[in-house]
């Protein structure tokens, strides 16, 4: 199960941002908050690609990304080699992201899904195991190094 867990997003995932942090703590998850940590415009590579950086080098071992489409924040942190980064909207896209894909980045579209999907989301996101097997060989293929 992941434990260390990491938050960012922008301005308009602020709100889902800090109720999801509450909620991980509130379930004996540790969490590193990157921000922001208010409703003023900012823009999400500012927090995302930190976040990133943290989960490539072994300091947490997955991240939470929220903004309002979802899509930036899932832009940027792929952008990193380590990350298999998916943007979920549906609790069964969360759950085949981590069986399938091994995600280790998931993507919430704020404006799009209210706050208790989200949240249900976010719990099975953490929960599910990757299944390995043969997708195991298509994940070693993704990353171009």
Request: charged letters at 25%; glycine letters at 10%.
């Amino acid at each position: 199960m992941m434990k260390k867990v990491g938050i960012g997003g922008d301005h308009a995932g602020v709100e889902y941002k800090d109720k999801v942090v509450s909620f991980l703590k509130d379930n004996g998850y540790e969490v590193k908050d990157f921000g922001p940590n208010s409703t003023d415009s900012v823009d999400y590579p500012d927090y995302i690609h930190p976040m990133a950086t943290a989960i490539e080098n072994g300091e947490l071992d997955c991240g939470i990304a929220i903004c309002g489409s979802g899509n930036g924040v899932c832009m940027t942190a792929n952008k990193h080699q380590g990350i298999r980064a998916a943007l979920v909207w549906q609790n069964d896209l969360a759950a085949l992201s981590r069986q399938h894909n091994n995600a280790n980045v998931v993507c919430i579209p704020a404006r799009f899904v209210d706050y208790d999907l989200a949240q249900e989301m976010v719990s099975t996101f953490l929960t599910t195991d990757f299944e390995g097997g043969r997708h195991e060989r298509r994940v070693d293929k993704i990353s171009c190094q």
